[in-house]
């Protein structure tokens, strides 16, 4: 029988949304086949997304440890026929219904079969239902994402991201204003979109080399936003300093974004 796992994040049992994750996995066939209520720690955040590292993912770091690390979880072991596939689109039905952003969507499961091995012996290995390791051909350990600053040089991040902690979470953020570049009569303005071959923290450098004296919050919630919506304008200005700015997330290989008029309110 093949097997796989969920977890439920603090906010799904937060929000009472585990009956909705449990019909879902039997909609898909799926059967729980054991339950493990588990708080995790930042060395099990650590080891369960290793394509985050110290020192070049700190703001995806910090996060993360906010939203995983803040209350209960449970991880239930599925089995069925084609779990591997079937607990994923659970996952993806869960979010289109529930999630409101990247640090409140819920549940967790693994995209890959070997991340699956890994994720699902470190959850499970130690309850006598579930010894039976899970094992895989693909390496177990996920690429390291695109790198980004370190930006404890530059700001109190654990202070930051209580800072922003409820707007993270809110159903329906408030758009961020977009950052002046000049003191001119705006004009021109860059419209970003949701680049995923960035991490969150390469994407963040981006924004914060190429709007000079952005705040690295506001540099985030323009980031975020933009993903959310899909095109937003990050920055309003003069014709050069937009152009100058442009370049900047071009040279950081930032492909979705563009120059356009500045909107007319802000």
Known sequence: MDRSFILLKPDCLRTNRTPAVE????????????????????????????????????????????????????????????????ARRVKRTIRS????????????TAERRGELARQANHLFGRCPICADPFVSDEPLVNAPRPAGRDFRRDVDLPRLVDSLWPALQAPDPPPPAPHRLDGRSPTAAIYL??????????????????????????????????GRVGSYPIAVGGPDA????HRTLLAHNFTACGIGPAPTQH
Do not use: K
Request: hydrophobic share 45%.
């Open 23 to 86: 019909a879902a996995a039997t909609a898909e066939g799926l059967r729980i086949a054991c339950r493990h209520p588990v708080s995790l720690t930042e060395n099990d955040v650590r080891f369960l997304w290793s394509e985050y590292t110290d020192g070049s993912h700190v703001l995806m770091r910090a996060l993360l440890d906010r939203y995983l690390c803040a209350g209960p979880s449970e991880a239930l072991l599925l089995t069925g026929p084609g779990a591997f596939e079937a």
């Open 242 to 245: 937009i152009a100058e700015s």
């Open 193 to 226: 979109g949701d680049d995923r071959a960035h991490s969150l923290d390469s994407a963040v450098t981006a924004i914060w080399s190429a709007l000079p004296g952005v705040a690295v919050g506001h540099a985030l919630q323009l980031m975020l936003y933009a």
């Open 97 to 108: 219904r529930y999630a409101n952003g990247p640090f409140a969507n819920l549940v967790h």
